[in-house]
């Protein structure tokens, strides 16, 4: 099968073991039919990694290809790729090694040349940002999933009902998400010496110092930035 003459966006989410997953949810109800004429959504979950990785490698060389003039179907060129995560840490910190070490694997396991998008500890974070801006600490899942509020389930029934009113809030929560990130980078409350710079871009998770910084976070989100990539495509 010819593929279409638009680029893929694919999408890695390692947390998902199958397709039943509330990011999957997310981009498919809100977005997969809106980007259809420009783009196509492709996504992976961790049983799926050595696709993405194989599709990540196809549009490198098809790069470079290009970029040395030589011929080719140059389509593959154009794609993207994202990793979409949350880090789960537990309110006590308990697993906070453990967090550290998957936060340092999944940098390196793409060589650190796919962005990873971060949508705070938990997805819900995220759903939050819907309803104004987010910075409250984490006490829990079943008290987060209380502030996603309408009624959430993590079914892919709820995220169909409620993809209407997820999309229409989407600028709102892409706000949101902005101000709750700069609230959440204080230098009075967490230094690094390029936090400014990490209020309008994802950190490079390439080094123990930034990791450290990064997870003493609790409400840090980089998915408006994804969304804003997505709806340029609309």
Excluded at 51 to 77: E, M, N, S
Excluded at 115 to 134: A, D, K, Q
Excluded at 150 to 160: F, I, L, N, Q, S
């Amino acid at each position: 099968m010819k593929r279409p003459l638009i680029p893929f966006i694919h999408i890695y989410i390692p947390e998902a073991r199958n397709e039943n997953n509330c990011e999957i949810w997310y981009f498919r109800h809100l977005f997969q039919r809106k980007l259809n004429k420009k783009a196509m959504l492709k996504y992976y979950a961790y049983p799926d990694r050595k696709a993405f990785d194989k599709a990540f490698q196809q549009t490198k060389k098809a790069r470079i290809r290009r970029d040395d003039g030589k011929k080719g179907d140059f389509v593959a060129a154009d794609d993207l790729f994202f990793i979409v995560t949350d880090t789960d840490l537990k309110p006590g910190r308990s697993n906070l090694d453990e967090v550290r070490a998957d936060l340092r694997n999944l940098y390196y396991l793409f060589g650190g040349d796919v962005p990873i998008i971060f949508s705070s500890r938990s997805f819900e974070t995220w759903l939050c940002m819907h309803n104004g801006v987010y910075n409250k600490p984490f006490s829990g899942q079943r008290a987060l999933e209380l502030d996603v509020g309408y009624d959430y389930e993590k079914t892919e029934k709820w995220y169909r009902n409620n993809a209407e009113r997820l999309y229409r809030t989407i600028e709102d929560a892409c706000a949101n998400c902005r101000i709750s990130r700069s609230n959440a980078i204080d230098p009075s409350q967490s230094e690094h010496t390029n936090s400014a710079s990490f209020k309008t871009t994802y950190p490079a998770l390439s080094d123990e110092y930034t990791i450290n910084w990064f997870l003493d976070i609790s409400t840090l989100s980089y998915m408006d930035i994804l969304i804003t990539l997505l709806r340029s495509f609309e």
